[in-house]
Structures are given as structure tokens and as C-alpha cells.
DNA sequence: GTAACTGCAAAATATTTGCATCCTT
DNA sequence: AAGGATGCAAATATTTTGCAGTTAC
């Protein structure tokens, strides 16, 4: 069965938080529900849509900070000013994101994906770069809207 | 010899801005010459510290938008909500920015350089999936931090 | 019971808009 | 002279902070 019920998603969201040691609250558990509910990221405006008028503003900034803090979710950057979180990967931990996958933004949806089958080619710097980490973001239309 | 004058700073943004009809005012050339004179991206609030207190906050948003559109700058985007501008390479016009360099941000001086010669290889998409445009950003630590 | 989390109020910051005035062409 | 650009004021929008009350453990 590829539908998840309710109970196992709420199971899956608990198990989350408490492995990286937060409280299991209500405004955690639903946004985080947000996140696995669709494939792709979410800006804080987003969820507060999603959300309804259930959670206070200041709420939702402060979780996505402290799942951002806890490597729960990573964040992807945009042209236009407006940060977008995704869930990580099991391999991510505090303060070491292993995000090594692109990220795809719908110019027609206006969706964003994290592409993790995608590979990228290493990149050669000029002599004197070094660098830490890299991070790819491809606009297009995606499968959906193709 | 590899510095320029003043002199011939001020003829060059006059005819960049003549070239995109635009009037030659003084906020934008002093903007304009802001970019020329550092090799990295400005973003809004370095715009406005480095050009003093010249300048009402509002024409700086009306300018930067201005070199948007017509494609003398372009943006980069960051992961800390604040968008950076950097100059367009000629082949850039109104609506067609072809700027298919490589972005860098060093983590230590926190500059942006635009890295011209680094080519990024193809990047295969999932089927399904079409690509119009790739941003490349790297963080690392830059030439003069090394 | 205690530490952590939330919601409210308010402050601080950032961005946009309207309009009168000034400047470029 | 005419259209465009600027500066100011003010309206919006966004993000942060402090604190008191509530909740999870």
C-alpha cells in the first residue's frame, strides 16, 4: 500500500522529533506533516496557507528555524527573495547538511523539488578557490506541468 | 595601464545607461560605478553603505530593479534572504540574461564573485522534466581568504 | 516540577506606493 | 516642454524580541 494513514504519519512525525531531542508538539507535528504530505519545498508563507489560521506567525517562523537548527529541513535558496525549507535526508545532522542533490523550480507551478537522483559533475575553480559546498538550482517545467 | 580614471569610469556607465535608454541621472551612475569599482555582487544594503548617505533608500530599490530589467545587472541568489546584484557580461540584454557562470560566495569575507570560465558540465534531468535555466552557487573560501 | 514551547504585543526592519518636485533629454 | 527620475511621507509586509501563560516530559 503506498497510502500512509494517518496514525502512521503522525507516528513517522513524533519519531522525528524525538530523535533530534524537541519537544513533540502540535504546531512541529503539523508542519512537519506539511512537508511529508508533498514532494516538494515550502516557503514560511506556504505554510502558513497550508496551515490555516491555526498556528501564530511568530510559531512557524521559530520551528522552521529550529528544524533548519536541527537538520530536519534545509533551506533553498531562490532568485526571488523568498527562502523555501525541504525535508533533508536521513544523512543530514545538526549542523551538517548533506544536501548533495539539485533543486528544481517549476517556472509554471512555481513548485520546487529536490532532485536526489541527480548528480552533478565536479567543478574545477580557479586556482586559489576552495570550495565547501555547492548548490545547484535548475528552473524549468517540471513533469508534472511538461 | 590597468586603472582607470574617473574620467573614464564616468564615460563608460554614461554609455552603458545611454545604451539602454535610460537617462544618465546621478543615482544611477554612482550605483553603476559602485558595481565597476569591486569585482564582487552588491547586495541592496551594500548599496546603500557604500554609497553613504546619498541616496533615499527608495531610489535605490527603484534602480536596482531598473538594472534588473534591463539587464545590466543581474541577481544571485543566497541562502540568507538577502539577494545580491552583479553586473552583466555583455552579452546580456532586456529580458535574456544569458549569464551562465558560475556563482561563488566565500563564507570568510562573505563577498560574491561571478567566476566566468567555469564551465558547469550538463546537468540530465529525470524524463519529464525540461531545464531553462541553472544556477550555480559555491560556497568556499575564496582567493584572498586562502 | 521544570524546562521547553507557544501566543500575544510590540519593536525593528524591509519593501512598496502615491505624489509633488526636479532633472534629463 | 514633456517624460522620466527622485525624494519624501506613508502604507504594507516581513522578521525579531520579550514576556507571561501553557504544555511536554
Known sequence: ???????????????LLKKNSL???GSRKKI????????GALAHGDIERKAGEKFDRVTVYRTLQTFVDKGIVHTIPTADNSIRYA???????????????????????NNTY?????????????????????????????KNCN
Chains 1, 2 share one sequence.
Do not use: R
Open 1 to 15: 500500500m503506498s497510502e500512509k494513514t494517518a496514525i502512521q504519519i503522525d507516528n513517522q512525525v513524533g519519531e
Open 23 to 25: 519537544s513533540v508538539t
Open 32 to 39: 512537519l506533516q506539511l512537508f511529508l504530505e508533498q514532494p
Open 87 to 109: 525535508l533533508c535526508k536521513d544523512e543530514c545532522s545538526e549542523g551538517h547538511h548533506h544536501d548533495h542533490h539539485i533543486h528544481f523550480v517549476c517556472s509554471n507551478c
Open 114 to 142: 529536490c532532485l536526489d537522483d541527480v548528480v552533478t559533475a565536479e567543478i574545477k575553480l580557479p586556482k586559489g578557490y576552495s570550495a565547501e559546498h555547492v548548490e545547484v538550482v535548475v528552473e524549468g517545467v517540471c
